[in-house]
């Protein structure tokens, strides 16, 4: 019988924990899952629906409210992925908890300064979440984050790809690593790992999962691309990454058609708009030297073809 909750399985809230354990938890020897498919009609899997041994203890990253926090003294499986997928672990968690139940992610805000800031309504509004995540993408130093890629970093912790999940004999090498360092005799049945391969695959998130960069690059590189289906958190990214160039973009979900709409947006922005900015993120002292050189500029310019003579006058 093997120990309950010995190992500690470290992962992004939405990124496929759950689907982890149940491929550990199906090829123990002694399992008693006799379904090959671990998901529920939502494409969800409820981990004490099934009659599992218990192995592991699932715990985020960094612990979050109402979650486990790990303990340091045992061991831990940790779910790695690149630096640059951050937006993909943000998304797979928004399009697992935040779009079913809006309040499960508001309940630990500051209800306060939610109040003040958006109103009392504001627990209604998408346009609200997507703010809240420009302010959080924004941030120049995040803990939360940080502490992730320290977590996967950690070469005393085993490391399981997130990305084996999307290939049969990645997943397998990965679920064969854990068994023989954790002793576990797993039986693998590829046919099961084919399946849990494609219902991955086709998860709407990981198959989108540089469409942001994407159509950022579009952008720079004066491509057309339609982009009207981005979801909201691609649209955050997008948006902040390009307001770090003193834009400004109009509140809300309602997006663009394609790139070259945003092109023409940013093309002809306002100079009057870029000086008039009060956001949390920009560097005050920056943006005063900034305007102080438009004006040098502007005067320049405008001096620059009267007869130097005038001022003898």
Not at 100 to 109: G, I, S
Not at 260 to 268: K, L, N
């Amino acid at each position: 019988m093997f120990e309950k909750r010995k190992i500690q399985l470290l992962y992004f809230p939405g990124t496929f924990g759950n689907c982890i354990q149940w491929c550990v938890e199906k090829f123990l020897p002694g399992s008693k899952i006799t379904s090959n498919i671990p998901w529920d009609e939502n494409g969800r899997i409820h981990q004490e629906d099934w009659p599992y041994h218990k192995l592991f203890q699932l715990c985020h990253h960094v612990h979050t409210p109402g979650g486990v926090a790990y303990d340091r003294n045992k061991p831990i499986v940790v779910v790695t992925f690149e630096e640059n997928h951050f937006l993909l672990a943000e998304r797979l968690y928004y399009h697992r908890v935040i779009l079913e139940n809006k309040n499960e992610f508001l309940k630990y805000k500051d209800h306060v300064w939610l109040k003040e800031t958006f109103g009392p309504n504001y627990d209604k509004s998408d346009a609200v979440i997507k703010e809240i995540y420009k302010l959080f993408f924004h941030q120049k130093k995040n803990e939360w984050w940080d502490a992730m890629k320290a977590h996967m970093s950690d070469t005393k912790h085993f490391q399981f790809p997130l990305y084996s999940l999307l290939d049969v004999n990645k997943l397998e090498k990965s679920l064969v690593s854990l068994s023989n360092t954790f002793n576990l005799g797993l039986k693998i049945d590829r046919n099961v790992l084919g399946s849990i391969v494609s219902h991955v695959k086709s998860t709407k998130q990981i198959s989108t999962l540089d469409r942001a960069d994407t159509v950022l690059n579009a952008i720079k590189t004066n491509n057309h691309m339609v982009c009207k289906d981005l979801d909201l958190l691609e649209q955050a990214w997008i948006e902040t990454k390009l307001e770090n160039q003193q834009l400004l973009f109009p509140y809300g979900v309602q997006w663009f058609h394609d790139t070259q709409q945003i092109i023409e947006f940013i093309r002809t922005y306002p100079l009057y708009l870029k000086r008039d900015h009060n956001l949390p993120w920009i560097d005050k002292q920056a943006l005063t030297k900034q305007q102080e050189s438009y004006t040098i500029r502007e005067l320049v310019e405008a001096t620059k073809n009267i007869d130097p003579t005038i001022w003898k006058k």
